[in-house]
T-cell receptor, first 111, second 115 residues
Framework: KQEVTQIPAALSVPEGENLVLNCSFTDSAIYNLQWFRQDPGKGLTSLLL?????REQTSGRLNASLDKSSGRSTLYIAASQPGDSATYLC??????????FGAGTRLAVHP | ETGVTQSPTHLIKTRGQQVTLRCSSQ?????VSWYQQALGQGPQFIFQYYREEENGRGNFPPRFSGLQFPNYSSELNVNALELDDSALYLCASTRDAGSGANVLTFGAGSRLTVL
């Protein structure tokens, strides 16, 4: 069974901190790994997509890395802001665009 | 690009009833997939449609069914609703049903409550 685990489940930090969110997966034959953001009661916004041949992707204050051999990905958020408060989900593609998601990390950044 | 739109945004049904959720895919996207997200969980893949045919299905019973239309809009139908069907239902579209290298565009979801 393909599984995706995200640690921690919840995180509360003061503004300005650098954060690391962790994602582990059991399927080493992944096509790609994506990180999404979800605001309460809303849909998903894709943040970063790492192809299986890549090691990392960066967008602004976000950096995501992928280590297929260990089945791990990390999302690094630099200089966190209150507007970063949301749930962060990682997912890998299990063929024909089927995404396998973790349960997410709920992030709260307080001023 | 118009994005992915879903309707209705919220609805309440009772056990045993049937529900139809609708999705309008992003322009140019011929593949649509549906996900169920229970409270506090990650989305679970229900099925995918490509050129009006189902081409992939997750671990959901046959009472979950779908349609995709020539204009790439789609429907998710759920019969004989159960309390556990209460969830956020997400629709996502992409350009093709191929290798999985394409980014999915998600709609905002339809929140279903079954009483």
């Amino acid at each position: 069974k393909q599984e995706v685990t995200q640690i921690p489940a919840a995180l509360s930090v003061p503004e300005g901190e650098n954060l690391v969110l962790n994602c582990s997966f059991t399927d080493s034959a992944i096509y790609n790994l994506q990180w999404f953001r979800q605001d309460p009661g809303k849909g998903l916004t894709s943040l970063l997509l790492i192809q299986s041949s890549q090691r990392e992707q960066t967008s602004g204050r976000l950096n995501a890395s992928l280590d297929k051999s260990s089945g791990r990905s990390t999302l690094y958020i630099a200089a966190s802001q209150p507007g970063d408060s949301a749930t962060y989900l990682c997912a890998h593609t299990g063929g024909y665009n089927k995404l396998i998601f973790g349960a997410g990390t709920r992030l709260a950044v307080h001023p | 690009e118009t994005g992915v739109t879903q309707s209705p945004t919220h609805l309440i049904k009772t056990r045993g009833q049937q529900v139809t959720l609708r999705c309008s895919s992003q322009s140019g996207h011929n593949t649509v997939s549906w996900y169920q997200q229970a409270l506090g969980q990650g989305p679970q893949f229900i099925f995918q449609y490509y050129r009006e045919e189902e081409n992939g299905r997750g671990n959901f019973p046959p009472r979950f069914s779908g349609l995709q239309f020539p204009n790439y809009s789609s429907e998710l139908n759920v019969n004989a609703l159960e309390l556990d069907d209460s969830a956020l239902y997400l629709c996502a579209s992409t350009r093709d049903a191929g290798s999985g290298a394409n980014v999915l565009t998600f709609g905002a979801g339809s929140r279903l409550t079954v009483l």
